[in-house]
């Protein structure tokens, strides 16, 4: 499922200017272009934990960055442990 | 639901400042997307952070101290973690990669299990036009282009360039607005005439004028061609459009380059000449062809 832009602001409960602030700290990768932007489940659910990061767990702007890649890199090890898992049973 | 007090550990006195500090402290340690593989997690997290909301309010907080009312009905609404689309995360838009690049140089499993390259947003291409001469085009050239910063890049026009070609220049385009690959540089060419060359897809065309003299006895004449001069032979008796190939002369195509052809004009001089018209009023050519003879009807 896609979500439009002005789709995603209300259910991310965000605003556009900082959604807009977001994308070019890349803490969010949309699909398409400028006008034409496609969000995805994936993006709200990491909108929603950029949210946490910053009201629940007391992250402050620069953190939340480091916060986010090293969460992407933990997900790409355990992507690749399960892949591993999977070759070493099969 | 538990006693909000009891789930955050702190005491009923604690002031709002201290129940903040401890929430942020329970909140990072147990938040399910800093534990990714852990099912306990969740549920950890949902509680402290309900009884936060809970305590967070003052109003609640004082009824709830007063006996007005119990902790039910704190719960915060179902929020899905980002975690449960990571383990997945399709595309890699997500992926970083560029943290086990170590792993991913020395062994090809790690290459191909970590080895997807995070997509970022581009930068926008940007257009240039350049002008070219139509001799650069058909020789191939070396320009240089300015670029939007300032700077200037070495641009090689190949041979065989047309009119309203596209050349681009990878990364030379606009940054990126983060960490993505900026965007290239497309230069459109257009091509200026030249004086007396023509192009006609890979041969080149030229009108060469020589004189009756040189028509009628045959001469060696010098004629420019893309690549410099050339002494070219005309054969005797040649009519004024013979067109004569000069193979390989055109568009220097690396493997097939193309002709230069020279089609002859004949040009009589420009001041009547006297002699010229004297010999020809006595002179009577034997057996006279007809040579409109196309045309008659």
Redesign the interface.
């Known amino acids: 499922m896609t979500l439009t832009l002005s789709d995603f602001v209300t259910r991310a409960k965000i605003d556009r200017a900082t959604l807009e602030i977001w994308i070019e700290e890349e803490w969010l990768l949309p699909r398409g272009r400028f006008d034409t932007l496609e969000f995805s489940e994936t993006d709200l659910a990491r909108a929603q934990l950029i949210q946490n990061l910053i009201d629940d767990l007391g992250v402050n702007t620069e953190g939340v960055g480091v916060a986010l890649h090293l969460i992407d890199q933990v997900h790409d090890l355990r992507r690749a442990l399960v892949e591993l898992t999977r070759r070493r049973r099969s | 639901m538990k006693d909000p007090y009891e789930a955050l550990g702190v005491a009923r006195t604690a002031p709002n400042e201290e129940i903040k500090k401890v929430?942020?402290r329970l909140?990072?340690k147990h938040?399910p997307?800093?534990n990714?593989?852990d099912k306990e997690a969740e549920a950890k997290f949902k509680e402290i952070?309900a009884a936060?909301d809970f305590l967070s309010d003052p109003e609640k907080r004082r009824r709830f101290d007063a006996g007005e009312i119990d902790a039910s009905g704190a719960e915060r609404p179902q929020?899905?973690?980002?975690?449960?689309?990571?383990?997945?995360?399709g595309d890699g838009?997500?992926?970083?990669?560029s943290?086990?690049a170590d792993f991913a140089d020395t062994d090809e499993l790690?290459a191909e299990?970590?080895g997807?390259r995070?997509?970022?947003?581009r930068g926008a291409d940007l257009q240039a036009q350049l002008a070219v001469d139509l001799l650069e085009a058909i020789t191939g050239a070396s320009r240089q282009l300015p670029l939007p910063d300032g700077s200037t890049i070495s641009l090689t026009i190949p041979p065989g360039v047309e009119d309203g070609q596209v050349l681009r220049l990878k990364g030379k385009g606009a940054a990126a607005?983060?960490?993505?690959s900026p965007g290239d540089l497309m230069a459109v060419i257009s091509i200026r005439p030249h004086r007396f060359f023509r192009r006609e897809g890979n041969d080149v065309r030229i009108d060469l004028p020589i004189t009756l003299k040189e028509a009628v006895l045959g001469a060696k004449v010098k004629a420019p061609t893309p690549s410099g001069v050339v002494v070219l032979t005309v054969p005797k008796g040649s009519t004024s459009g013979t067109v004569l190939r000069l193979k390989g002369k055109g568009v220097a195509l690396p493997k097939s380059p193309g002709d230069l052809l020279v089609t002859l004009k004949v040009a009589l001089p420009k001041e009547p000449d006297a002699e010229l018209e004297a010999f020809l009023a006595t002179w009577s050519p034997k057996g006279e062809e007809d040579v409109r003879k196309e045309f008659a009807p």
């Open positions: 929430y942020r909140a990072r938040h997307d800093v990714p593989g952070s936060y929020q899905k973690y980002y975690r449960d689309f990571a383990a997945e995360d838009r997500y992926a970083s990669g943290g086990f790690f299990l970590l997807r995070r997509r970022s947003a607005p983060g960490e993505g």
